[in-house]
C-alpha cells in the first residue's frame, strides 16, 4: 500500500483544486462562461483571447480599438499563448479553465515530489507526502481562520489555498521547485547537463513570470555567498558560463519589443522605509526565523542547506522591494506570491532533519505525520467547499445573465452598458461569450495605448459611465476631495494603478489629475446632451444591464427608442435603438 500513496496523491491532490468547479456544476449547467474562483480570472482570459496581427498589433477586447502590443508587458510571455492553444484543442472555455488548473497543479506535485524526494534523506514517503500536502494546502497567515474554521466547523470563504490563482504565478511554483532541484545537484557535481536545465529552467521563467528569475537569481547569489563563507567549492567556470548565457539570453528576449511596465511618469526609486509596516507581517518573520534555523543544522549537505536557507531569506528580502522602488510597480507584491512556497519548503527541510531524531519512534512519528497529513487535505477540501459555496450566488447570477444576453444576440455593432464596480464585475467577462463593444471596464486601462491618445479614450469612456450614474463635476469632485468621502466610491473611479498613491505624498496631485481628465469630459456632457446622442448614434442597439437590488444607472440619459425590457432574477437588461 505504502508504495501506491504518490501515486493515490498525485491524483486526490490536484483534484482539490478543482473542486469548487464540480460543486459549483452542481448547481449551474456547464456554459462557456468560466465561474469566478480567481482574482483577475477574467481579466486574464481576456488576454487569452487576443489576437495579434502581422504589424503586431491587437484589439482591446472592450473598446474594439486597435493597439500595439508593445505596450502591453504580459503579450511578450508565453504562459497566455499556451493557454489559447489549449483551448483551441478543447473549444470550451470553462473546460479548459478546469483542464489547466488541474494540469498544472500535477505538474506542480511532480516537481516537489522530485524536489522533496532530493532532500529527504531517508527517503520516508510518508514524510514527502506531507511536505506536498505542506506545499498545497498551507498558509500561516490562515492559521487562526483553521481554527476557527474547525471550532465553528465553519470554513470562511476567504481562505485561499496556495496554488489558487489561475496563470500567473502558477507557472512560478513548479519552475522554482525545479530550479532548486537543479541547482543543489549543480554545485554538488558540477555537471554540464545541470547548468544546461538550470539555464532552460530559468529562461523559461523569464518569458512567462520574470518576478520567477529574480527569486532564482539572488537565491543563486545567496547560495554563493553561504558557500564562500563556508569555504565549500563552488564551480565557477560553469557558474560564470551559467549566468553570463542567461543574461544575454533573457536581454535578448525583452528587448525584442519593448514592453511598458508599470506607470512609465513615474520614477523607478522611491525611498521610503515608513511603508515597512505594511509589508513585514507575521508569516516573513517567522520564515526568515526558520531560514536561520536551517542554517544552524549540522551534519547535512551543504548545497542543500544552503540553498533552502538561501531561498527563504531571498524571498524575505525581495518583499523588501517597494521600500527602495515606486509601489505602482508592484514588486513586493508579485514576490509575495511565493511567500507561502517556499516556507512549506523551508519547513518540510526542518521536517526531515527532525526525521533523525525519531528513529527509534519511527512508527509514531510517521502516524504523526500522515495525522497531519490528512488535517492539510481536510483543509483543502472544507476551503474548496467553502468557495464554492460563497461564489455560488455570484456564479448563478453571471450564468443566468448569460443565458438570457443569448436571447437578444448581441453583435459587434452593439455598445453593452454594464457595471464594471469590481476587477471581476459583468464588464469584464462580456467580451469573452459576446463580440459586442463595451461602454466600460476598469480592466481596459491594461491594454490601452501608453499615450495620451489611451488616456483620452479611458477617460471619455468613464465619464459617460459616469454620467449615466447621475455624477456631475461637482458630485465628482465631492467624491475625490471631501473628507468623508468612501475608499471605495475614490478606488471605483482612479485607476488600478493610480491606486498605490491613495496612501503616499502624491494622493492629491493624483486625485486633482483625475478630477481634471474625468471633469472636461463630464461638462463637455452636462453642456451639450448632443455629445452623448453622437457617441450613441455609432451603434445599432445599446444594451443596458443593471442590477436590481443595487441599481447604478439613470436611463433617462439615453435618448434612444427603449425596445424591450427583461426582468431576469438579479438584473435588468434594457435594449434601446436609434429612433
Same mark, same amino acid.
Given at each position: 500500500?505504502?508504495?501506491?500513496?504518490?501515486?493515490?496523491?498525485?491524483? %486526490?491532490?490536484?483534484?482539490?483544486?478543482?473542486?469548487?468547479?464540480?460543486?459549483?456544476?452542481?448547481?449551474?449547467?456547464?456554459?462557456?462562461?468560466?465561474?469566478?474562483?480567481?482574482?483577475?480570472?477574467?481579466?486574464?482570459?481576456?488576454?487569452?483571447?487576443?489576437?495579434?496581427?502581422?504589424?503586431?498589433?491587437?484589439?482591446?477586447?472592450?473598446?474594439?480599438?486597435?493597439?500595439?502590443?508593445?505596450?502591453?508587458?504580459?503579450?511578450?510571455?508565453?504562459?497566455?499563448?499556451?493557454?489559447?492553444?489549449?483551448?483551441?484543442?478543447?473549444?470550451?472555455?470553462?473546460?479548459?479553465?478546469?483542464?489547466?488548473?488541474?494540469?498544472?497543479?500535477?505538474?506542480?506535485?511532480?516537481?516537489?515530489?522530485?524536489?522533496?524526494?532530493?532532500?529527504?534523506?531517508?527517503?520516508?514517503? *510518508?514524510?514527502?507526502?506531507?511536505?506536498?500536502?505542506?506545499?498545497?494546502?498551507?498558509?500561516?497567515?490562515?492559521?487562526?481562520?483553521?481554527?476557527?474554521?474547525?471550532?465553528?466547523?465553519?470554513?470562511?470563504?476567504?481562505?485561499?489555498?496556495?496554488?489558487?490563482?489561475?496563470?500567473?504565478?502558477?507557472?512560478?511554483?513548479?519552475?522554482?521547485?525545479?530550479?532548486?532541484?537543479?541547482?543543489?545537484?549543480?554545485?554538488?557535481?558540477?555537471?554540464? *547537463?545541470?547548468?544546461?536545465?538550470?539555464? *532552460?529552467?530559468?529562461?523559461?521563467?523569464? %518569458?512567462?513570470?520574470?518576478?520567477?528569475?529574480?527569486?532564482?537569481?539572488?537565491?543563486?547569489?545567496?547560495?554563493?555567498?553561504?558557500?564562500?563563507?563556508?569555504?565549500?567549492? *563552488?564551480?565557477?567556470?560553469?557558474?560564470?558560463?551559467?549566468?553570463?548565457?542567461?543574461? !544575454?539570453?533573457?536581454?535578448?528576449?525583452?528587448?525584442?519589443?519593448?514592453?511598458? +511596465?508599470?506607470?512609465?511618469?513615474?520614477?523607478?526609486?522611491?525611498?521610503?522605509?515608513?511603508?515597512?509596516?505594511? !509589508?513585514?507581517?507575521?508569516?516573513?518573520? %517567522?520564515?526568515?526565523?526558520?531560514?536561520?534555523?536551517?542554517?544552524?543544522?549540522?551534519?547535512?549537505?551543504?548545497? +542543500?542547506?544552503?540553498?533552502?536557507?538561501?531561498?527563504? /531569506?531571498?524571498?524575505?528580502?525581495?518583499?523588501?522591494?517597494?521600500?527602495?522602488?515606486?509601489?505602482?510597480?508592484?514588486?513586493?507584491?508579485?514576490?509575495?506570491?511565493?511567500?507561502?512556497?517556499?516556507?512549506?519548503?523551508?519547513?518540510?527541510? /526542518?521536517?526531515?532533519?527532525?526525521?533523525?531524531?525519531?528513529?527509534?519512534?519511527?512508527?509514531?512519528?510517521?502516524?504523526?505525520?500522515?495525522?497531519?497529513?490528512?488535517?492539510?487535505?481536510? %483543509?483543502?477540501?472544507?476551503?474548496?467547499?467553502?468557495?464554492?459555496?460563497?461564489?455560488?450566488?455570484?456564479?448563478?447570477?453571471?450564468?443566468?445573465?448569460?443565458?438570457?444576453?443569448?436571447?437578444? &444576440?448581441?453583435?459587434?455593432?452593439?455598445?453593452?452598458?454594464?457595471?464594471?464596480?469590481?476587477?471581476?464585475?459583468?464588464?469584464?467577462?462580456?467580451?469573452?461569450?459576446?463580440?459586442?463593444?463595451?461602454?466600460?471596464?476598469?480592466?481596459?486601462?491594461?491594454?490601452?495605448?501608453?499615450?495620451?491618445?489611451?488616456?483620452?479614450?479611458?477617460?471619455?469612456?468613464?465619464?459617460?459611465?459616469?454620467?449615466?450614474?447621475?455624477?456631475?463635476?461637482?458630485?465628482?469632485?465631492?467624491?475625490?476631495?471631501?473628507?468623508?468621502?468612501?475608499?471605495?466610491?475614490?478606488?471605483?473611479? !482612479?485607476?488600478?494603478?493610480?491606486?498605490?498613491?491613495?496612501?503616499?505624498?502624491?494622493?492629491?496631485?493624483?486625485?486633482?489629475?483625475?478630477?481634471?481628465?474625468?471633469?472636461?469630459?463630464?461638462?463637455?456632457?452636462?453642456?451639450?446632451?448632443?455629445?452623448?446622442?453622437?457617441?450613441?448614434?455609432?451603434?445599432?442597439?445599446?444594451?443596458?444591464?443593471?442590477?436590481?437590488? &443595487?441599481?447604478?444607472?439613470?436611463?433617462?440619459?439615453?435618448?434612444? +427608442?427603449?425596445?424591450?425590457?427583461?426582468?431576469?432574477?438579479?438584473?435588468?437588461?434594457?435594449?434601446?435603438?436609434? &429612433?
Amino acid at each position: 500500500m505504502k508504495k501506491y500513496l504518490p501515486l493515490i496523491a498525485f491524483f %486526490i491532490l490536484p483534484t482539490i483544486y478543482i473542486t469548487p468547479f464540480l460543486l459549483t456544476f452542481s448547481h449551474i449547467s456547464l456554459s462557456p462562461l468560466p465561474p469566478d474562483f480567481s482574482s483577475d480570472i477574467y481579466l486574464y482570459l481576456n488576454y487569452t483571447a487576443l489576437n495579434i496581427d502581422a504589424n503586431g498589433m491587437t484589439q482591446n477586447p472592450w473598446y474594439h480599438i486597435q493597439v500595439p502590443t508593445n505596450t502591453f508587458t504580459y503579450l511578450k510571455f508565453g504562459l497566455l499563448n499556451l493557454f489559447s492553444i489549449l483551448n483551441d484543442i478543447i473549444g470550451n472555455l470553462t473546460l479548459t479553465l478546469i483542464v489547466w488548473n488541474w494540469l498544472w497543479s500535477a505538474i506542480t506535485f511532480l516537481c516537489a515530489y522530485i524536489l522533496f524526494n532530493k532532500i529527504n534523506y531517508s527517503k520516508n514517503t *510518508i514524510l514527502t507526502i506531507f511536505g506536498i500536502s505542506l506545499l498545497f494546502f498551507f498558509q500561516v497567515s490562515d492559521i487562526p481562520n483553521y481554527l476557527k474554521g474547525f471550532l465553528n466547523l465553519d470554513f470562511s470563504p476567504h481562505i485561499l489555498l496556495p496554488l489558487q490563482r489561475t496563470f500567473f504565478p502558477q507557472i512560478a511554483t513548479p519552475l522554482l521547485l525545479l530550479y532548486l532541484y537543479f541547482l543543489i545537484n549543480a554545485f554538488d557535481n558540477s555537471k554540464s *547537463i545541470y547548468w544546461i536545465a538550470l539555464f *532552460i529552467i530559468q529562461y523559461i521563467a523569464f %518569458i512567462n513570470f520574470p518576478y520567477n528569475t529574480v527569486v532564482m537569481g539572488v537565491t543563486t547569489f545567496f547560495l554563493i555567498v553561504f558557500s564562500l563563507i563556508n569555504k565549500k567549492t *563552488i564551480p565557477w567556470k560553469y557558474l560564470i558560463i551559467f549566468a553570463t548565457a542567461a543574461l !544575454i539570453a533573457d536581454l535578448a528576449f525583452f528587448m525584442n519589443g519593448s514592453a511598458v +511596465v508599470g506607470d512609465t511618469h513615474k520614477s523607478l526609486l522611491d525611498m521610503d522605509f515608513s511603508r515597512i509596516s505594511n !509589508i513585514i507581517g507575521g508569516t516573513n518573520i %517567522i520564515l526568515l526565523i526558520l531560514s536561520f534555523v536551517v542554517l544552524a543544522l549540522q551534519n547535512v549537505n551543504k548545497s +542543500v542547506k544552503f540553498t533552502i536557507a538561501s531561498v527563504g /531569506i531571498s524571498i524575505v528580502i525581495l518583499q523588501l522591494a517597494d521600500l527602495i522602488f515606486n509601489p505602482s510597480l508592484q514588486l513586493t507584491h508579485h514576490f509575495a506570491y511565493f511567500a507561502n512556497q517556499v516556507f512549506a519548503i523551508v519547513l518540510f527541510y /526542518i521536517t526531515v532533519h527532525l526525521d533523525r531524531y525519531f528513529m527509534s519512534y519511527k512508527k509514531v512519528f510517521n502516524f504523526t505525520l500522515s495525522a497531519c497529513t490528512l488535517l492539510l487535505i481536510t %483543509i483543502g477540501l472544507l476551503a474548496s467547499s467553502a468557495q464554492a459555496a460563497a461564489g455560488l450566488s455570484k456564479n448563478r447570477e453571471n450564468y443566468i445573465l448569460y443565458r438570457s444576453l443569448i436571447q437578444l &444576440e448581441p453583435a459587434k455593432d452593439d455598445l453593452i452598458i454594464a457595471p464594471s464596480l469590481t476587477v471581476n464585475d459583468i464588464a469584464t467577462w462580456l467580451p469573452l461569450v459576446y463580440k459586442s463593444e463595451i461602454l466600460f471596464s476598469r480592466n481596459s486601462e491594461f491594454l490601452l495605448p501608453k499615450s495620451e491618445e489611451g488616456n483620452k479614450i479611458y477617460w471619455k469612456r468613464e465619464a459617460i459611465y459616469l454620467y449615466l450614474q447621475g455624477i456631475d463635476v461637482k458630485k465628482l469632485h465631492d467624491i475625490l476631495f471631501s473628507e468623508d468621502s468612501s475608499q471605495v466610491l475614490i478606488k471605483r473611479i !482612479i485607476q488600478v494603478g493610480q491606486r498605490f498613491d491613495l496612501h503616499t505624498d502624491n494622493r492629491f496631485q493624483m486625485l486633482q489629475q483625475v478630477y481634471s481628465s474625468l471633469s472636461t469630459h463630464l461638462e463637455r456632457l452636462e453642456k451639450d446632451p448632443q455629445v452623448l446622442k453622437r457617441f450613441f448614434s455609432k451603434y445599432r442597439r445599446i444594451i443596458l444591464i443593471d442590477r436590481n437590488h &443595487e441599481p447604478i444607472f439613470r436611463y433617462h440619459h439615453i435618448s434612444m +427608442v427603449e425596445k424591450k425590457r427583461m426582468e431576469i432574477d438579479g438584473f435588468s437588461i434594457i435594449v434601446f435603438e436609434n &429612433e
